[in-house]
Every structure is written in structure tokens, then in C-alpha cells.
């Protein structure tokens, strides 16, 4: 009997190369600090927030770093508290534009946003220095579009504060929605066509002044966080600024905003969300932490504690201690009191949750100011920030981050020069600038014309 043959082992198939899997591109962008309590006046290091040298130098760190842009707020009118100008406030904002438009001759990549009010401006002036920024600069410009219905602002323009507040959203998307015609309309030949614009707050008809800019439309950013806001960014917007203060906030607020925008045919990569955050680094977690606290007592002095309260409680409570327990007494809004600033939402509710924070911690009246009012911020060493952007940016809390620094001009050097390294060797951020336009940075798609 012949012996049965041996096994013949089965050829192995190559099995197929695994990429692995590249992480969800981080964008970066950087706000100039002045203009709000995150600043630290009293730091010696703090210098200017007019002198040119000071947006030229936070402007070319932001560069260095590889940001996606260079974001500017707006100040229309000199903020008050009990009728005098608010001495702990900036007094002196430059004109947004004007200094884009000067920071376009020292930068080569990064993206250049001005935040201007829709309801101060009309489409045809403001579409045609947007339009003009994006051609000086390359197709890099960006507007991130504000509303008041505030009359303490109104009363520097000649409509003063007539606008309801039902309506900023109203007149806004329409404002974007003119702009944009004016935008388009010059024929891909570069002959200028008709405009005509007849809506509920804009009716006008003519010629735009300039070619379609490199961008075709400067990117749109939108600024908040009620529900007309974030519709508003929905249906408009290329970019939300926004704020959230722990990672389950965050993911929430991205899938809601996200879901919203399928009703008006757009994508989950047609805008981007970035929330407004503070970094502070340290050598070790505790240095870290230990430089946190001394920031936030530089930011929330005795004096701008009160303050803050008495936005919330409406009424005078200068002689109360800030070290001591906050007011027993009601809050009673007074609109009058603190002008020219957002309100605090219901006055009533957030007294509660501050007053239920500061009895279940101890806290004093400065105490929970620096509690309850803190940005958002990522506290540790170079690493530890670095893999914290990163988990944020990985399980959709954030598709960015707008950095907001304590210090003008250089609050951002320490950021670019030991966390952007960190992201980038984890495959979480860029290594150079791939387009030359501010879409490009951001993955947003050339517009399509509508007109």
C-alpha cells in the first residue's frame, strides 16, 4: 500500500498593509489679548495694545507656529460701570482692519480675522474691505461676524439702538447673504456683472468695486452660544468660536452644532469649531497648577471681583469684602448699571449656581469669581497640554482651539515653542503650510458661486 503524502502546507496570503490610522488634523488660531479680564496688566512683560510692534510680534509667533489665523475683537463703543468708563477695561482698540491690513505686509500664511459688527455696517462698505484685505494679503482674510442689539453702543451711530434683539440674527444672515452676491459677482473672466440685492433690512443694486478675491469668499466666523448662534453658524459660518469648559461639554456642543447643518445641505467638515481656551505650562504638573492660581489672582483682583459681582447682583456692593461671603441679598438687574459689556444671562439663576458653589466650597466673593468665571484652560507640562488638545481634538469636543494669552504681546511664545513640537510629533498638527489661503489651512472648500 502506497503511504499517504504528507500535508502540503497551504500558500499564505500577504496579508493586507494596515496604515495606521492618522489623527483628525488640529487647527490653531490665535486671538490678541487686551480686550477682556483674561489679560494681565500688572505682569511687567505686558506691553502695548496699540504699538504695531505688539500685533506684529503675536502675529509672527502665531506664524512660527503654523496657526491658522490671527483673530482681532472689536470695541465700538468705551465700556462703563456706574456711569464712568470702566477703569479696569481697555481704553484704546484699534480699528480691526486697519491693522490686518498692515499685519498682511509682515506675515506670508497666516489667516487674518477682524471681528465687525453686522449691525453698525452695511454690506456693500464692509463686503468691499473684507474683499480688499483678501486680495492685499493673498487670500487670507476672515470676518467674524458679530450682532448687538445694545443702544449704549447705538447711541455712537446714527440708527443708534434700534435694533431689536430678536433680530440681530435675522439681519445678520441676511448681511452675510448680500455680501456674498457682491463677492460673486464678477464673472470667472473678471468682467463685472449687476448686483441687486431687495430684502427685509437691504435693498441695493449696483456694481462691486473689485475682482473676486483669491479666497472667492473671505472665511466667516461666528462668535457664541445660544441656540440663534449656533443655528446662525449652522446655515453661515465656516468657523464657531465658542467655549466649553470640560470634554463632555464639549463633545455635545460639537454634535449638536455639527447635526444642525444637513438642513441646509452643508457637511460636518464644512465647519469648524473652535472654542476660545487659556494654557498654562510648567516644568511639573504642580509648577503648572501652582502658575495657574497666581494668573487667575492677577486677572480677578479685589476690585474687579466686586465689579463682576455687581454685574450679576445689579446693585452697589462696593462695601461688601471681596474675601468675604458673597451677598444674602437678591439680585435686582439693573441694565443701566454696567454697560457696553454681555450680560450674565438670568442674574437670578446665576446667583443661585454661584452662591451653591460657594457654600459647597467655602468660598469667598473673589474666590468664586476666580471659580465660576474661569476660560477654559489646559494646565500642566508641555506633554500633558499637548496630549489633552489632542484627546479633545480626537473624540469631537473640538475640531481647534483660539488661544487666548494672559500677556500682550508674548503669551504665545511658550505655546509655539514647547506644545506645537509635542503635537506634531504626535501627527496632531502640521509641520508646514500646505496652500496659501486661509481655506486651505482650514480643509474648507472654494465657494460656490451664487450669482
Known sequence: MTA????????????????PTRPKPMHLAAHFPGVNNTTVWADPRSGSQIDFASFEHLARTAERGLFDFFFLAE??????????????????????????????????????????????????????????????????????????????????????????RAERYTRAAEFVATARKLWDSWTPDGTPRPFAHH????????????????????????????????????????????????????????????????????????????????????????????????????QVSPQTALLTLERIWGVDLSGYDPDGPLPDVDPVPDPQLSQGRTRQGDSVATAEKWRALAQERGLSIRQTVIEAGARQSFVGTPEEVAAELAQFVARDAADGFILVPQLTPGGLDEFVDRVVPLLQERGAFRTGYEGTTLRSHLGLADPVRNA
Request: no cysteine; charged share 25%.
Open 75 to 164: 470695541g465700538l463703543r468705551l465700556r462703563e460701570h456706574k456711569g464712568r468708563i470702566h477703569d479696569l477695561d481697555v481704553v484704546g482698540r484699534p480699528e480691526s482692519l486697519t491693522v490686518l491690513n498692515a499685519l498682511a505686509a509682515v506675515t506670508g500664511r497666516l489667516g487674518l480675522a477682524a471681528t465687525v459688527n453686522a449691525t453698525f455696517n452695511e454690506p456693500y462698505e464692509l463686503a468691499r474691505r473684507f474683499a480688499t484685505l483678501d486680495h492685499l494679503s493673498g487670500g487670507r482674510a476672515a470676518w467674524n461676524v458679530v450682532t448687538s442689539s445694545d443702544a449704549f453702543t447705538g447711541e455712537n451711530f446714527r440708527r443708534g439702538g434700534y435694533l431689536d
Open 199 to 298: 430684502g427685509r433690512h437691504f435693498d441695493i443694486a449696483g456694481e462691486f468695486t473689485l475682482p473676486r478675491s483669491p479666497q472667492g469668499h473671505p472665511v466667516v466666523i461666528q462668535a457664541g452660544d445660544s441656540d440663534e448662534g449656533r443655528e446662525f453658524a449652522a446655515s453661515s459660518a465656516d468657523v464657531i468660536f465658542t467655549r466649553h469648559g470640560t470634554l463632555e461639554a464639549g463633545r455635545a456642543f460639537y454634535a449638536d452644532v455639527k447635526r444642525r447643518l444637513a438642513k441646509y445641505g452643508r457637511s460636518p467638515a464644512d465647519l469648524k469649531i473652535m472654542p476660545g481656551v487659556t494654557v498654562v505650562l510648567g516644568d511639573t504638573a504642580a509648577d503648572a497648577h501652582a502658575r495657574a492660581e497666581e494668573i487667575r489672582r492677577q
Open 4 to 19: 499517504p503524502k504528507p500535508m502540503q502546507p497551504r500558500p499564505t496570503q500577504p496579508r493586507p498593509t494596515q496604515r
